[in-house]
């Protein structure tokens, strides 16, 4: 694609949202980011990336998750730097300036994370939402994680619970409501590929028209 294009992707666990924009990401020949996200921020903020991953899409602004800081970016356990503690809010300030600088390098795609609300008023983002019947999402987290259809059932519930907590505590806006994102796709009932075609399409649309 020769105009620049960013693609801000939310999902529902068990939607196929990650597998959606991997393709979608691989079809336009752009970039696809997710854990890479908190990769970015590790290295450019100097902090050990477990840190990040601990608090990925977690909304708490409580020491829950607050570790202490040493001298070279290495976690200790520690209350002497009780200035250089990590609340998940920083962290999710190093992130934002991660996701910023990813979308300035190229064309991408994004999976969560409040991306959507980071890149807001950008000309060239558009964002949209991965739905499917829980049914459906319980069968492909049984076949994902081998866990039996009760266990997937709840691990859906407290995912998306995590999810929208996260999203709806940094953003200005609803997760998963349909006004909140340009576009919302149900996989269920157009499936993983056909998701894919309606989120190419999109792109080439909207290239088109602010081209």
């Not at 300030?93 to 980071?118: H, N, P, W």
């Not at 590929?193 to 989120?199: S, T």
């Amino acid at each position: 694609m020769s105009k620049r294009i960013v693609i801000c992707i939310g999902r529902e666990f068990g939607s196929g949202g990650r597998e959606i924009g991997c393709a979608v990401a691989e079809k336009l020949g752009i970039p696809f980011y997710d854990k890479e996200i908190l990769k970015k921020a590790a290295k450019d903020s100097g902090i050990v990336e477990e840190l990040f991953e601990n608090a990925d899409e977690k909304p708490t602004n409580s020491f829950l998750y607050t570790l202490a800081i040493g001298a070279h970016g290495q976690a200790v356990n520690s209350f002497t730097n009780y200035n250089d503690y990590l609340t998940n809010d920083k962290l999710f300030l190093f992130q934002t300036d991660a996701i910023r600088k990813m979308a300035d390098e190229s064309s991408c795609v994004f999976i969560g994370r409040c991306a959507d609300y980071i890149l807001r008023g950008r000309k060239d983002m558009f964002s949209a939402f991965i739905h499917a019947p829980m049914e459906l999402r319980i069968q492909r987290i049984c076949r994902l994680y081998n866990l039996e259809e009760d266990a997937a059932r709840s691990l859906i519930k407290k995912t998306d619970r995590s999810r929208a907590n996260y999203h709806n505590f940094y953003a200005d806006r609803d997760w998963g409501a349909a006004g909140s994102y340009d576009m919302s796709i149900n996989s269920g009932k157009f499936g993983v590929d056909g998701a894919v075609q309606m989120l190419v399409a999109a792109a080439e649309t909207f290239r088109s028209k602010n081209s």
